[in-house]
């Protein structure tokens, strides 16, 4: 009797080291560290963003399951301090100065990552940055909604981490949306991830959007990247929903860091 009870807690121990893992994955250490870009001195309607997308993050980092810094410019950063960092979260920042811009390049070329927001990817003719509509894989500005007002959006793709949890079509929170020309779906190094439904054509009340293509949400594949086109207002983190994408968005550009422990 007790060698078969032996053999029973032998065959339990032995189940335990060679059976399949616990479902949690628990982190004894932070497994990244992203950076937060801002520029306190935008517009008002951005600064409201970009402070409640700041408290939206930190709450992400409870436990110290990654570790957060800001900053609000890109000139006292290295390319080897930038490395640091799995991703630069941009909130409607983006560099301006050429030194800066310079090595923002060189990190996002080298594999950084990033997640920008709204006026992060804003860029037209005095914007004198080519290498900008390279990374976002579209043309300027062309046009925006005005007032701020809520939309009705569609995944594009639910194949892809960002989307997969997401209803094929939802309500996000008023923003401004710009729209780009050329799209970023003309390009096929880009993956569209969600779009402005045609339902809301006419778009606007004082700026009014007639029609057209309308990604708002989308990577290039050349690079660790998600743009997300919400930033504008006080209303960005009202909705679960897009609370969801904006999480999917971080953890699947931190999932591809191949230093990273975090998978998608």
Known sequence: MMKRIVLFFLFVA?????????????AREPRFRALVYWEPGAEEAHVQFD????????KLTYGE???MDRTTSLADYSLERLKQYSVVIALNAQ??????????????EQGGGWIGFHAAAYNDRNTRWPWLNKFLGCGTFYCNNWPPQAALVCCDTQQNPVTRSLPAEFVVPPSEFYQWQPSPRENPDVEVLLSISPKMYPFGL???VHGGDFPIVWTNKNYRMVYLNMGHGDEGFIDATQQLLFTNALRWVVSRDKNCSITD
């Not at 032995?14 to 628990?26: E, I, K, T």
């Not at 409640?52 to 993050?57: H, P, T």
Request: proline share 5%; charged share 15%; aromatic share 14%.
């Open 14 to 26: 032995l189940c335990g080291l060679y059976g399949p893992a616990l479902a949690q994955d628990y």
């Open 51 to 58: 402070n409640q997308a700041m408290e939206f993050l930190h």
């Open 65 to 67: 399951g990654w570790l």
């Open 95 to 108: 560099p301006h100065a050429q030194a800066e811009r310079q090595v923002f390049e060189q990190y996002m």
């Open 206 to 208: 004082k700026d009014i």
